[in-house]
């Protein structure tokens, strides 16, 4: 095997299943989850994803962590250990997180900014519209992206909150945060869930969420919820972003590794579950019922939650507690990404991990500042159409990540065959047991999903 003895790692199986678990557990369980299973249908988009999850999410999980834990190297050195024709994915896998991060960072100011409102018991502020001296009406929401200066402020405060968990190292640093933040991420949604389901009618919005809709049903409606909960997946797990070859990396050699895919996407899929448990509901009661309140996207996070949360019995309290939670996750998802860029950089420049992070931080600073200013003095700068956070969202979802899971099932199912992983999992195991089933799924089912993904965008709209 070809692992690197040197390079430092997680000191134990629970820190990498929670440190991994953290990365995938983020802002896409918390918001888009929820708005894409009451949009496509409830408990049939629940069906769905829970097979995809299974099959699909595990194969391509397990094929990442593999590849980490077996070259032992950062993305960039990973991909053209397995073969050096296909380095060039190394390139594409370090630039997704870099490209993501920055805006990822912003996303995380602006959570930053309601989490201290609510705990401040200033969240009925976030709830408020304002009208302009034009008449138009804003939302809290809409005023605060559109003013740089505070949004530049937490945006910078975030940064610098992953970035000294990246230079405390993976033990002392991302294992023991993850160790704390991640069992208390999961009490939070559990107690949030349950109170929420007390409320008055708050059990229509549960029926709806998770029984399944087959009356408007049609084979165009599969198609879609196929490809919407494909795509959730790359959310849901980070998938295709670098940063499973990344933790995988830094896994002892001891731990199983089917174990402990298995014990991710049941962490991650179970956070997923109850925040739907949690914003379906509440918005369904919040709005009467009406199905369009649940499919605002980011809007459903900033603009509507806050205002279910004012009409809501001790809403302040609660209001707190979710946004701390959104805080946790996205904290955890960050710092992961920004790991994957700086175990890059000190790869590739034979830099320490204080002077490689900092180079990061620079980098992200600067590329953020274009998603901090998109949304307000430079609103008027787009790319075909699209403000410059929209655009790095679509161009590292919709895009390059399909493109580089679909070249990494090639690579293992058709290049250097799937026996490349297949023993790297049975090291130190007396078998594989879903070894059929990741045959199957990593050379015909999982590069058809890709396809489909990224045809997506242009076939249908999600």
């Avoid at 391509?60 to 960039?76: C, F, Q």
Wanted: aromatic share 14%; glycine share 10%.
């Amino acid at each position: 095997m070809e692992k690197n003895k040197e390079r430092n790692g997680f000191g134990s199986k629970l820190g990498f299943i929670l440190a991994a678990a953290g990365s995938a557990v983020g802002l896409g369980n918390i918001w888009r989850f929820p708005y894409l299973a009451a949009k496509y249908g409830g408990g049939f988009f629940l069906l769905i994803y829970i097979i995809l999850a299974v099959t699909f999410g595990f194969t391509l999980m397990l094929t990442e962590i593999a590849i980490g834990r077996r070259t032992g190297k950062s993305v960039l050195g990973a991909y053209k250990t397995v073969d050096k024709r296909f380095g060039f994915m190394g390139w594409m896998a370090a630039v997704i997180p870099a490209l993501i991060l920055p805006y990822y960072c912003v996303i995380g100011g602006w959570v930053l900014k309601y989490m201290t409102m609510f705990v401040t018991m200033q969240g009925s502020a976030a709830a408020q519209t304002t009208e302009t001296a034009s008449g138009e009406s804003l939302t809290f929401f809409e005023t605060f992206i559109s003013g740089s200066g505070e949004t530049t402020l937490f945006f910078v405060i975030y940064v610098v909150l992953n970035a000294v968990v990246i230079m405390l190292g993976v033990q002392n640093g991302i294992e023991k945060v993850s160790k704390v933040l991640m069992p208390v991420l999961f009490l939070l949604i559990i107690a949030i869930a349950i109170y929420t389901l007390t409320l008055p009618g708050a059990l229509d919005g549960a029926v709806y969420y998770l029984l399944p809709n087959f009356e408007d049903f049609s084979v165009e409606k599969l198609f879609k919820t196929l490809a919407a909960a494909s795509s959730q997946l790359f959310y849901s797990m980070s998938i295709a972003m670098g940063i499973l070859i990344t933790y995988g990396s830094y896994m002892r050699k001891e731990d199983s590794l089917e174990g402990s895919v298995r014990h991710i996407e049941l962490f991650d899929t179970g956070v997923a579950f109850l925040a739907g448990l949690i914003i379906v509901p509440s918005v369904f009661v919040f709005s009467g019922g009406d199905k369009a309140a649940l499919g605002r996207g980011p809007g459903l996070m900033f603009i509507t939650l806050p205002q279910v949360f004012e009409t809501m019995p001790f809403g302040e309290f609660i209001g707190a507690a979710f946004f701390i939670l959104v805080a946790l996750a996205a904290l955890t998802s960050s710092i992961s990404l920004m790991e994957t860029v700086v175990a890059a950089v000190m790869e590739k420049f034979r830099l320490s991990r204080v002077k490689a992070c900092i180079v990061v931080i620079v980098i992200t600073l600067a590329l953020g500042m274009l998603s901090v200013l998109g949304y307000s003095d430079w609103s008027a700068v787009t790319i075909f159409g699209m403000q410059f956070l929209d655009f790095f969202d679509f161009i590292t979802n919709s895009v390059m990540m399909p493109i580089l899971a679909l070249l990494t099932c090639v690579l293992i199912g058709y290049v250097v065959k799937t026996k490349y992983v297949e023993e790297e999992v049975l090291y130190g195991e007396k078998k594989f047991g879903a070894k059929w089933l990741y045959r199957i799924m990593i050379m015909y089912v999982c590069p058809i999903c890709m396809v489909m993904i990224l045809l997506t965008p242009f076939l249908t709209d999600l």
